[in-house]
């Protein structure tokens, strides 16, 4: 998903080592791009909150473009999409080609799985990881027949399994946004997050409450339960566009929820025992109205979360698209 009215288009320190440098910035949090001072901080959380009743608030360590991290020959436009937490890299999903990237936490470095395309239209909207016996990744394609594709643990794009899902859309392009994997009593389930309301097409005006189709996996292929998860009715975003969950010591899961139009983070709390949520959670907004376009969420501890912005008009964004930003939940 990317903005709407774009959703068409085509498209030192001089002394320190690299690694030196590497490493201070990832102990210290120190950040690629300024965060906002104190008092333009809080008037940017207040205009980002969108009517929102906001409880959190997140802290900037550091960002920087993907084009500065893992620049590819002959693409200009980095349609970040999904972003998942592996072995120390953040592994990101793109709707403008079928390579994967993976990206450093201090954001220095990074590149590309083996395999994939980096001229195909994939419509990869989200991803995560199977840790369970054999590892791998799994992608889901937005379009009005759902998809799942499988990679695997190292991404590899000569490695793909395309398998289906019995969720169908009205619409190619407001299917599913965000996806989540978890094993429960023994089978693998994945989360599909629907980007409009209640998994319909519809979306924006003063919001809406969003669904997650859960879905049990079936020899090569996924069904979902007739009714949907719904989000707690705190949470009315414009829009919905991705999803992360966390496993707690005590077997219940951190679920984090983005949203493009709305321009927040919702973190709540999944049941380890039903598909239910155990409270209202926590609303954050972004730091700014600059930050208009996020696609991906993953978290990389329990107060700390990664973020994916896709491409929009460079006018709308204020130069905070295409982009990796990690932040503090405080």
Same mark, same amino acid.
């Given at each position: 998903?990317?903005?709407?009215?774009?959703?068409?288009?085509?498209?030192?320190?001089?002394?320190?080592?690299?690694? $030196?440098?590497?490493?201070?910035? %990832?102990?210290?949090?120190?950040?690629?791009?300024?965060?906002?001072?104190?008092?333009?901080?809080?008037?940017?959380?207040?205009?980002?909150?969108?009517?929102?009743?906001?409880?959190?608030?997140?802290?900037?360590?550091?960002?920087?473009?993907? $084009?500065?991290?893992?620049?590819?020959?002959?693409? +200009?436009?980095?349609?970040?999409?999904? *972003?998942?937490?592996? =072995?120390? @890299?953040?592994?990101?999903? %793109?709707?403008?080609?079928?390579?994967?990237?993976?990206? =450093?936490?201090?954001?220095?470095?990074?590149?590309?799985?083996?395999?994939?395309?980096? $001229?195909?239209?994939?419509?990869?909207?989200?991803?995560? !990881?199977?840790?369970?016996?054999?590892?791998?990744?799994?992608?889901?394609?937005? @379009?009005?027949?759902?998809?799942?594709?499988?990679?695997?643990?190292?991404?590899?794009?000569?490695?793909?399994?395309? @398998?289906?899902? +019995?969720?169908?859309?009205?619409?190619? +392009?407001?299917? !599913?946004?965000?996806?989540?994997?978890?094993?429960?009593?023994?089978?693998?389930?994945?989360?599909?997050?629907?980007?409009? %309301?209640?998994?319909? &097409?519809?979306?924006?005006?003063?919001?809406?409450?969003?669904?997650?189709?859960?879905?049990?996996? +079936?020899?090569?292929?996924?069904?979902?339960?007739?009714?949907?998860?719904?989000?707690?009715?705190?949470?009315?975003?414009?829009?919905?566009?991705?999803?992360?969950?966390?496993?707690?010591?005590?077997?219940?899961?951190?679920?984090? *929820?983005?949203?493009?139009? &709305?321009?927040?983070?919702?973190?709540?709390?999944? &049941?380890?025992?039903?598909? &239910?949520?155990?409270?209202?959670?926590?609303?954050?907004?972004?730091?700014?109205?600059?930050?208009?376009?996020?696609?991906?969420?993953?978290?990389? $501890?329990?107060?700390?979360?990664?973020?994916?912005?896709?491409?929009?008009?460079?006018?709308?964004?204020?130069?905070?698209?295409?982009?990796?930003?990690?932040?503090?939940? @405080?």
């Amino acid at each position: 998903m990317r903005n709407q009215d774009h959703r068409h288009r085509t498209h030192r320190l001089p002394s320190l080592p690299r690694t $030196s440098l590497a490493l201070l910035m %990832f102990l210290s949090g120190a950040c690629l791009e300024a965060p906002l001072s104190g008092s333009d901080s809080e008037e940017a959380q207040a205009t980002a909150s969108d009517g929102l009743t906001a409880s959190g608030t997140l802290h900037l360590v550091r960002e920087r473009k993907l $084009s500065q991290i893992i620049p590819l020959s002959g693409i +200009n436009d980095y349609e970040a999409s999904g *972003v998942q937490l592996h =072995a120390g @890299q953040l592994y990101i999903v %793109f709707n403008n080609m079928t390579k994967i990237g993976h990206v =450093a936490l201090d954001l220095l470095s990074g590149g590309y799985a083996s395999g994939g395309s980096s $001229s195909a239209q994939s419509q990869y909207e989200g991803i995560t !990881f199977d840790d369970n016996a054999t590892q791998h990744f799994y992608v889901v394609v937005e @379009q009005t027949n759902a998809e799942v594709v499988q990679y695997d643990d190292v991404a590899s794009g000569s490695s793909t399994d395309h @398998q289906s899902t +019995n969720v169908t859309f009205s619409s190619g +392009n407001k299917g !599913f946004e965000g996806l989540a994997w978890l094993r429960r009593n023994t089978n693998d389930y994945l989360l599909g997050l629907c980007e409009g %309301f209640d998994c319909t &097409s519809n979306h924006g005006g003063s919001g809406g409450r969003g669904a997650i189709r859960v879905m049990a996996q +079936n020899g090569s292929s996924w069904a979902a339960d007739p009714t949907s998860l719904r989000l707690p009715l705190a949470v009315t975003f414009k829009d919905y566009s991705d999803l992360a969950l966390r496993l707690n010591p005590d077997g219940t899961y951190q679920v984090a *929820v983005t949203s493009q139009e &709305s321009k927040a983070l919702w973190i709540g709390r999944l &049941s380890a025992t039903s598909w &239910s949520f155990l409270d209202d959670g926590t609303i954050y907004p972004l730091p700014s109205s600059d930050y208009c376009n996020v696609e991906g969420v993953s978290f990389l $501890s329990a107060s700390r979360v990664a973020l994916v912005s896709d491409m929009s008009d460079p006018t709308s964004c204020n130069n905070k698209d295409e982009m990796v930003h990690i932040f503090d939940l @405080q």
